[in-house]
């Protein structure tokens, strides 16, 4: 072979090489461009469209890495949107927990996926919490915190469900157990009548009243008991204050000893700086004539000069305190009465009734009212009427 041969074949040689390269980097560039495409149809989301383009290309190009890749990637995430639109379509039918579930195959590189999962996950929490919130406000507290809770076990736990929680416990317990409101309590002013000493010094009748009474006058004495009406007065208003304070009331009492001084002006003034919503003073009767006997009441007349507008009020509280204590005492009754010369009652700016106990100067009521048992009964009598009293006040 000749030099200018050898150079002519060695040329056909590298152009036969050439040829085939130059051949075989088109095919190359071809499918890069091919799988460029397809990477748009990605780009846009196009999931389904991409995965049957790259189905397609790797049946043509099985020895492309590259395309098997990308075709695989492309199912994955058609697949991802697959369960999207399932977890919407469970939205639209309420089945939130399905729902809520789906969202977590959304592929985590499928980017608009993960948007819309996060958007749909907010979704899931409002209407939950917004179910929780409305079952609250209708005090359905036990729905609510089941709502609560099938959140919760959905998503985990999260301190501010936790918060959410404790109040919704707090407000089914407070509602459960409802704080009866502190009632208002009421004043009773009790005033033991009389006292060891008598007072014949004196003081007017009522407010602007020239005339006068004796501040204190002496009590009556039981004829068989021989005991003082101002005791049996004190001993008596000592129980029915017990009682009256273990039925909730404030009771105020104007004298617990027998050694005082306190005018029936000024007894009745302590009411009145009490505020006392009554004042009831605990007396016994005497008479001349000793078959006397029973239970009496004393208020002030419509025509009382100095508190007839408390007549109304005062005779109810009188009517109630007489009507129990007869009940309850089987004891006679020696009437309600309407009295105006009592400075006791003269000088009260409260519904005020005096209660005479009995008569101590009838014998057998006498000795009946130095018992126990008779003593209870009156007692519980003056706690009923009292609540009587207050009880028809609120109708
Ligand atoms: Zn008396």
Not at 19 to 41: F, H, P, V, Y
């Amino acid at each position: 072979m000749s030099g200018m041969r050898k150079v002519t074949a060695i040329l056909l040689l590298f152009a036969g090489i050439l040829a085939l390269s130059g051949c075989k980097s088109d095919n190359r560039e071809l499918l890069n461009k091919k799988i460029a495409e397809g990477e748009l149809l990605l780009a846009e989301e196009r999931f389904e469209e991409a995965s049957a383009y790259f189905a397609e290309l790797f049946d043509a190009n099985r020895d492309s890495l590259t395309v098997m890749e990308k075709h695989e990637f492309s199912i994955n995430m058609a697949k991802s949107r697959e369960n999207l639109q399932e977890a919407e379509r469970l939205m639209k039918t309420e089945a939130f927990r399905s729902a809520y579930e789906k969202l977590k195959e959304i592929h985590p590189e499928d980017l608009g996926g993960q948007e819309r999962k996060a958007e749909l996950e907010n979704e899931i929490r409002d209407r939950y919490l917004f179910t929780v919130q409305k079952l609250s406000e209708e005090k359905k507290y036990e729905e609510a915190l089941s709502a609560l809770d099938e959140y919760q076990d959905m998503v985990g736990s999260q301190e501010e469900l936790e918060v959410l929680r404790s109040s919704l416990l707090a407000d089914l317990i407070a509602w459960e157990n409802p704080e009866k409101p502190e009632p208002v309590k009421k004043i009773v002013v009790l005033d033991p009548g009389h006292q060891a000493v008598q007072d014949r010094e004196k003081e007017p009748l009522g407010p602007g009243s020239e005339i006068l009474k004796n501040k204190v006058s002496s009590g009556t004495r039981g004829v068989a008991s021989r005991v003082y009406e101002y005791e049996l007065n004190l001993l008596l208003s000592l129980k029915l204050r017990d009682r009256l304070l273990e039925e909730g009331y404030d009771v105020l009492m104007t004298r617990t000893a027998h050694d005082v001084s306190i005018s029936n002006k000024e007894r009745a003034e302590m009411a009145n700086e009490a505020g006392a919503d009554v004042f009831i003073r605990i007396h016994a009767n005497g008479s001349e004539n000793r078959d006397k006997q029973g239970i009496m009441t004393i208020h002030p007349s419509k025509d009382n000069p100095f508190v007839g507008h408390l007549s109304e009020e005062s005779l109810r509280l009188s009517k109630a305190l007489h009507d129990e204590m007869i009940k309850e005492s089987a004891g006679e009754s020696a009437g309600i009465q309407a009295m105006d010369n009592m400075v006791g009652i003269n000088w009260s700016k409260v519904p005020v009734s005096i209660v005479e106990l009995g008569y101590m100067s009838n014998e057998e009521e006498d000795l009946l009212l130095q018992t126990e048992a008779y003593q209870a009964k009156l007692v519980e009598g003056l706690v009923r009427g009292i609540q009587k009293y207050f009880e028809e006040n609120k109708e």
